[in-house]
């Protein structure tokens, strides 16, 4: 079947402009989340959805970064006034439940660059 | 709060010889951990995982075992391919959200 799809592939952006990247999870998978691989930092928690709970947002770096999802589906991360420091690949996982014995399910990434 | 460490890399070896990729972590109550891989230009899967103490993981020839006494988690592999050249990265799963930690990946690179 069909795995974790993000898009776009790349954007390129310049500083101080607002960004959106799509999450589109596995069927049937009720947890979200999102991560950033970047060098500097490597691989870091930003945020979690599972069903209708309230989101943990507690790895999200700073006030403009922001995520929805609706309809207990696809997500949304969105950064607003882009700084270089953002510059990172953005990765989306799914997994059935989000218990903690459970597979997550990685998608391609997003490339982000800010100028 | 929870934490990784491995390795660092790069590491290479040659064809046929034996990996061994070592992964500690910290955390409150008892994590699931897990080895994702990161082959070139694509994107992380899941190599192995094992969710309680004494378990192992095994796939594709590699195999990892929960110790709990040490804290451990360590990657190892009888006689590596060039085609297991790619990023490893231990993680540990939270015991409520299941939000993984990951640590910093470490590189191998297998030479014919």
């Known amino acids: 079947g069909a795995g974790v799809s993000q898009s776009p592939s790349n954007k390129v952006t310049e500083k101080g402009k607002d960004v959106e990247l799509r999450c589109d999870p596995i069927?049937?998978?009720?947890?979200l989340y999102w991560y950033r691989q970047s060098l500097g930092q490597g691989l870091e928690f930003l945020i979690y959805?599972?069903?209708?709970?309230?989101?943990?947002k507690s790895g999200l770096p700073s006030d403009r970064f922001s995520a929805e999802r609706t309809g207990g589906s696809v997500s949304t991360l969105t950064i607003q006034r882009t700084q270089q420091e953002d510059s990172a690949v953005y990765l989306c996982?799914?997994?059935?439940?989000?218990?903690?014995?459970?597979?997550?399910?990685f998608g391609p990434g997003t490339r982000l660059t800010v100028l | 709060g929870n934490s990784v460490t491995q390795m660092e890399g790069p590491v290479t070896l040659s064809e046929e010889a034996f990996l061994t990729i070592n992964c500690t972590y910290t955390?409150?109550?008892?994590?699931?951990l897990f080895w994702y891989v990161q082959y070139p230009g694509e994107g992380l899967q899941l190599l192995l995982k094992?969710?309680?103490?004494?378990d192992k993981g095994s796939n594709k020839g590699f195999e990892a075992t929960y110790r709990k006494e040490t804290t451990s988690f360590h990657l190892e592999k009888g006689s590596v391919q060039v085609s297991d050249s790619a990023v490893y990265f231990c993680?540990?799963?939270?015991?409520?959200?299941?939000?993984?930690?990951f640590g910093q990946g470490t590189t191998l690179q297998v030479k014919p």
């Open positions: 996982a799914s997994s059935l439940q989000g218990g903690v014995t459970d597979t997550q399910y």
């Open positions: 069927s049937g998978h009720t947890a």
């Open positions: 959805f599972q069903g209708n709970s309230a989101p943990d």
């Open positions: 955390a409150t109550g008892y994590p699931s």
């Open positions: 094992a969710t309680k103490a004494d």
């Open positions: 993680a540990a799963g939270s015991s409520n959200t299941g939000k993984l930690i």
